[in-house]
């Protein structure tokens, strides 16, 4: 039977890989990248030196593009949203299901680098689970580190205050509305929500970070009404220097403040 495994690769530096990821690469004949035309080099270049030194010396690198997303509308078309991501999961899982097919021997081993962990905010294992609809293979997951991890190992903070909950959320859904609990971690936000929050007046702290765990990573923290104003700023300066910008944060409603 064939298999694929899901390799979780952290934020890409071979320091980073636990040491079960290091062995799947190892163990991987086949490797698949679905190639995002939008810049983000680094990104590329660091899953390309991971195969180089990780590798088995026979692997073979399969290489196609990865079908575009539909642009949709942002706040107000949630449907239109959901249904845009739907289309480009099935194509993914269309393409995939035809490499897996055609590239790797009822024996073989495929293998897919996933950034960060597979399990947070990544469609891979969804766009697995619709390809096994069309081909035969099992999923084994390799977990990695994850941006907010490595977040809050950078500013040295626990996730959670004592007991208490905390909602993992994006930036998109933080422009709609601030999440009712009283701490927010926020991936995928190009900005917007982070201005909104700022615009609502949000009163707490906020633990911000960018490009974490590579050459070019930015920390800021404090109160927000206080550092908010610089993040902005420094996303621009880290997106001019890089070429990208990855940003993750956690908010929290100052202690006593509203809930
Ligand atoms: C598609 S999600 C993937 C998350 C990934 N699976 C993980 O476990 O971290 C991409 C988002 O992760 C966050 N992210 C990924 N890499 C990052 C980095 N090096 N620094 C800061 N945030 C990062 C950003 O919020 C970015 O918009």
Known sequence: MRAVLVIGIGMGAPDGLTFRAVEALGQADVFFLLDKSEGAGDLVTARQALIARFGKPSHRVVRAPSPKRAPAPLDTARKTYEGAVADWHDARA??????????????????????????????????????????????????????????????????????????????????????????????????????????????????????????????????LGEVGPAIPEARARVKAARGWVMDVWLARVAPGGPG
């Open 94 to 223: 269309h393409l995939l299901a035809g490499l897996i097919a055609t590239e790797l021997a009822e024996d073989e081993t495929g293998a897919l680098l996933v950034w960060g962990d597979p399990m947070l905010y990544d469609s891979t294992l969804r766009v697995l689970e619709r390809a096994q609809g069309q081909a035969d293979f099992n999923i084994e997951v390799f977990p990695g580190v994850t941006a907010l991890q490595m977040l809050c190992a950078a500013h040295a903070i626990p996730l959670n205050a004592i007991g208490e909950e905390v909602a993992l959320t994006t930036g998109r859904n933080v422009a709609a509305a601030t999440p009712q609990a009283r701490a927010f971690a926020v991936l995928l936000d190009d900005g917007s929500g982070l201005a909104a929050l700022m615009a609502r007046g949000f009163d707490g702290h906020i633990w911000w970070g960018a490009n974490l765990g590579t050459a070019g990573e930015v920390l800021l923290a404090g109160r």
